[in-house]
């Protein structure tokens, strides 16, 4: 059977869309190639043509759903707007990204613990060096114009991630210690004005006395 | 053969630095009850015998290395010294628990993987909740001293420990995008400077103008 390129593409969303749908309703992603058969419809053999194997259908699934907000992401640094409102938009991105996407984070620790030799270079350089560069290009832009003060990129970029992976990475700590259940709207734009709101304020470059 | 008191708490301390000194050496959680075995020099059996299982070891690990930190953070609120600096002794320790204890971190993220049911409330309240009521004193302290703005605990809980967390769970992203190696004294003493200063200015109360 001939299989046009543009069925091909057809097949390998389907797979991934019923991986992703999976994870998201489950609430983890420890899922089977049965379990995607099944929901897809299709063979699980096909996840290995398409693939490689489980493993790297992750990596699809996440270049899949992170593709939009990278692109995004690109555009930001040279956008006409104050770096403020670029470092806003960038946070309330990135904690839109983990809450449309609740298991891209579990999915990149799995890989990671899984094979960190093969999946650490592969996660770093697709999904971490964008937001690494984006970042500092917003840091030395503030820096230029006066209205931040010199901070280090590596560090900041940490704190970011850290602080927004923490949000949907500590699931069980928001239940038990603070009882909240689902992280719903109040409590992601709590979370992008408490973190822009700290930053902002933190790097701000010190008002001169003259 | 009797087993006095004694005896059993010294077999239990054999058990778990043997799986703790592995787990540092080798960079990795991943050791097998044959391996500490052989590290020990006793049998595979003891583990079952003391901790019920290896994810009941996992646990007694965590609460032996963490149990000194937790001692001092208990201390921290009622210290007389400015909430300020009681902010950055708070960070300061628990990056420097990260950085004694390399595994740790990972080991709580391993146990919520397998069982997040069994063991998310455990992780939460034991070694989460002090943190999170330390804080939370610190901040009251601070604001009702006038120094600090009000923030809300759960923002601020998340955004600390997410941080914190990141620097030892982003090796993989620290070594290829920002050629960082190992966490050294610099790099660490660099990160407490840079999440302290951000924070602090951050929270900081507004000058009155008046």
Redesign the interface.
């Known amino acids: 059977m001939k299989k046009p390129n543009g069925a091909a593409s057809v097949t390998r969303k389907q797979l991934l869309s019923a991986a992703g749908e999976l994870m998201a309703t489950r609430g983890s992603t420890d899922i089977s190639l049965n379990d995607i058969a099944e929901k897809s419809g299709l063979s699980s053999a096909l996840v290995k043509y398409y693939f490689g194997n489980k493993a790297g259908m992750m990596l699809g699934l996440l270049r899949e759903v992170l593709a939009p907000s990278l692109l995004q992401l690109r555009h930001l640094p040279a956008m006409e707007l104050p770096p403020q409102t670029k470092l806003r938009i960038h946070i309330s991105g990135l904690v839109k990204s983990y809450y449309l996407h609740p298991y891209v984070n579990r999915l990149m620790?799995?890989l990671?613990?899984e094979d960190?030799e093969t999946?650490?270079?592969i996660?770093?350089?697709e999904f971490?060096?964008p937001v690494?560069d984006v970042q500092k290009m917003i840091l030395e832009e503030g820096t230029r114009l006066g209205v931040f003060r010199p901070?280090?990129p590596?560090?900041?970029?940490?704190?970011i991630?850290?602080?927004?992976?923490?949000?949907f990475?500590?699931r069980?700590?928001?239940?038990?210690?603070?009882g909240?259940k689902t992280i719903d709207d109040d409590v992601r734009r709590?979370?992008i004005d408490?973190?822009y709101?700290?930053?902002?304020?933190?790097?701000?470059a010190p008002v001169s006395s003259s």
Do not use: K, T
């Open positions: 620790h799995q990671l613990y960190s999946f650490g270079p996660l770093a350089e971490s060096r690494a901070v280090d590596l560090f900041f970029y940490l704190h991630i850290g602080a927004c992976d923490q949000l990475h500590g069980a700590q928001l239940e038990h210690l603070f909240v709590g979370f408490h973190l709101g700290v930053v902002m304020s933190g790097i701000a």
